[in-house]
């Protein structure tokens, strides 16, 4: 399978290359915006890429997002941490409509069940909406529907 980076992640990439400040403008856009990033891609006509974001300057072995589609592969979940940054990422393909439930786990085992996980949960710091799902406070994100063919 191919690994999906969004758009707005290779702009960052592209533009640390040059500014090393570039991480700060960029988180301080997500913060002012919310997370995570959802966008239209052409080709994908029936789905959209959201990319979970967390900000950290701790030292962690994995952060992963535990999300409704992706919950029972984990290793698959495991956001990816910028070099010399404190942005943590996952890019998933999510389709038009859906809502999707998440949040995220720090520092985790990829061993446990997904109960045992549950308590671990936390919810994404730049996203107001939340509900609890089955006994369990998760961030939510309604996915849009298509605008255009």
């Keep these: 399978m191919d690994i999906v980076i969004s758009y707005k992640i290779r702009a960052l990439e592209e533009a ?17 915006s919310g997370t995570p990033i959802i966008e ?4 994908y006509n029936r789905f959209v890429w959201v990319t979970h974001l967390y900000f950290s ?13 992706i919950t029972f592969n984990y ?7 910028i070099s010399g940054t404190d942005i943590w990422y996952k890019t998933t393909i999510v ?23 549950l308590g671990k949960v936390v919810l994404d710091p730049n996203n107001k909406e939340a509900a609890v799902v089955e006994g ?3 961030s939510v994100v309604k996915v849009p529907q298509k605008t255009s063919e």
């Excluded at 809502?99 to 085992?109: A, E, L, P, Q, R």
């Design 40 to 43: 239209e891609v052409e080709g």
């Design 136 to 138: 369990t406070l998760l």
């Design 16 to 32: 640390l290359k040059e500014d090393s400040k570039a991480a700060e403008a960029f988180k301080r856009e997500i913060i002012e």
């Design 57 to 69: 300057q701790e030292d962690h072995s994995n952060i992963v997002v535990h999300e409704d589609h």
């Design 95 to 117: 389709p038009y409509g859906q809502t999707v439930n998440y949040g995220f786990v720090i520092d985790d085992s990829l061993k446990v069940t997904c109960t045992d996980r």
């Design 75 to 81: 290793e698959r979940a495991e956001l990816t941490r």
